[in-house]
């Protein structure tokens, strides 16, 4: 009996020496020019650009499949910061893709709701709760503003109001200007 259970922890000990050093052996690494696209990328998720999300299209610029001013939620400050990144031209945000709006949340007239889960499944955040025929509420500060949810609505009740300025949202909007010492 304990010469079996000597056999199996010696069995354990090579398996597991195995399978680290596997690990590192073969260990695959992101690509770090991607992290840093979809750093910049808004993460709404709303496939706009072309791509069914943020990392895809991140994946695509890094490999040169996509242009840099596919994301209409990013808008003309994403599309700046991702030429700086990769030391491309500036290019306008492109009309096909849509246009630059203001950020804005879901909301969803809870009277009228028939709780048919359609929004639900048209969430790519998850920011709808909600059962099938009970009402569906937005989770504000989990939606995106992605618009993905109103189409699917078979009764119109949701709708996206724009995001107030507050002092927590509010952000500079003029270039900022480095200073350097003359030396």
Not at 131 to 145: E, I, N, S, Y
């Amino acid at each position: 009996m304990l010469s079996a259970l000597l056999v199996m922890a010696a069995i354990a000990v090579v398996l597991g020496a195995a399978l680290g050093f596997a690990a590192i052996r073969f260990r695959v690494e992101g690509d770090p020019l991607v992290d840093k696209i979809d750093a910049i990328l808004p993460q709404t998720q709303c496939g706009q650009c072309g791509y069914p999300g943020c990392k895809p299209y991140a994946q695509a610029i890094a490999q040169g499949e996509a242009d840099i001013n596919q994301c209409p939620p990013g808008g003309e400050e994403g599309v700046r910061k991702l030429a700086d990144l990769l030391g491309r031209e500036f290019k306008p945000l492109s009309a096909e893709h849509g246009e630059e709006k203001p950020k804005a949340v879901a909301y969803i007239d809870e009277n009228v709701c028939i709780g048919c889960t359609l929004c639900l499944q048209a969430c790519p955040v998850d920011a709808i709760v909600g059962a099938a025929k009970q009402m569906h509420t937005v989770v504000d500060p989990l939606c995106t503003g992605c618009e993905l949810c109103v189409a699917p609505c078979p009764v119109d009740c949701i709708y996206m109001e724009p995001v107030r300025e507050t002092v927590q949202t509010w952000r500079w909007k003029y270039p900022v200007v480095e200073i350097r010492k003359a030396a």
